[in-house]
């Protein structure tokens, strides 16, 4: 069967160019991949709690994992969790500088300050950017609209964009004065439009890796809109290094949107990819169920797969035929679409099953031209 061009983009624009620094083993910034980020909500003094959910978070593809160190207990927690940690873990620090130390003597991968909030902290730069260059632990400004610094709120009214630009451009002046440039960059806020001209702003000013975030977006379906529209036009301009999907619901389900954005935007390998109709009064199937039943049956598919699931004659075939795979669904039957060829009619009862079949069937396929030193594209092609 001859291959389906996808239609997917050609030409992206290209990436802005930052330094970059590791955190752990996972390069930020410079020509490395935008990497998915996360925050574990549970005490960080309950070792084995979070040492669960860091577990799940990277399961769920999470590749850089923070926790919050709010007290003495859970800077005591931070040796424990780092050494145990499968992904690097980032100490976010507020109020006591002595954390920072804490998290850099307990083998952190990073660390997170804001300048917003911590006390005494320009005095004890000096002293933490030695501490952090000798254990080659990077910071992170993370500037929040929540706790910017009062004196920049009375100069500029609100967190404006500049506003936010110059706390965490102030902070990195300080630790440039004593030569220390292993530093990221965030400047969060809530309303993605303010968000955005932050980032353009910063990205234009220094040359540091930034990580994306919109800080609390709200739930679930209201933070994944907000952010998937700030990240998008963000990353769509070459402007972003890391994200968090910032949600007021489980962390994982952080990571599984993050994921999903980078994907949506040709910026990660896409996996299980499902293109189906909306539904109307055309349809002939109950494309919701249907829909649930092939994502529920897939998931988990070891290799990047688009599926089309439709529901009427009018877009189904077409679409069917873009896919990997497909299903063109009427009058109780489905045909079945395999790299834009019908290879199969099967009854209605019959459709989840025969699509996972044909799955398995592409995925052998694939194994078996990879264990013959074929060269192996994105998808099935």
Known sequence: MAAVELGLPSVRRPRRTSRQVMVGDVPVGGDAPVSVQ????????????????????????????????????????????????QIPVVADIHFQPKYVFAAIDAGCAAVRVNPGNIKKFDDKVGEIARAAAAGGVPIRIGVNAGSLDPRLLARHGRATPEALVESALQECSLFEEHGFRDLKISVKHHDPRVMVAAYRLLAARCDYPLHLGVTEAGPLMQGTVKSAVAFGVLLDEGIGDTIRVSLSAPPVEEVKVGIQILESLGLRERRLEIVSCPSCGRAQVDVYTLTDQVTAALD??????????????????????????????????????????????????????????????????????????????????
Do not use: W, Y
């Open 38 to 85: 996360s925050m574990t909500t549970t005490v960080t003094a309950d070792v084995n709690a979070t040492l669960q959910q860091i577990a799940e978070l990277t399961a769920a593809g999470c590749q850089i994992v923070r926790v919050a160190v709010p007290s003495q207990d859970d800077a005591d927690a931070l040796p424990g969790i780092a050494r145990r940690s």
């Open 300 to 381: 988990g598919f070891p290799h990047p797969l688009r599926v089309a699931v439709m529901g009427c004659v009018v877009n189904g075939p077409g679409e069917a035929r873009e896919a990997d795979l497909g299903v063109a669904s009427g009058n109780g039957k489905g045909q079945i679409f395999v790299k834009g060829e019908v290879v199969k009619t099967v009854p209605e009862s019959q459709i989840v099953e025969t699509l996972v079949e044909e799955a398995m069937r592409l995925a052998e396929e694939r194994e078996s031209r990879a264990g013959e030193g074929a060269p192996q594209p994105g998808g099935f092609d």
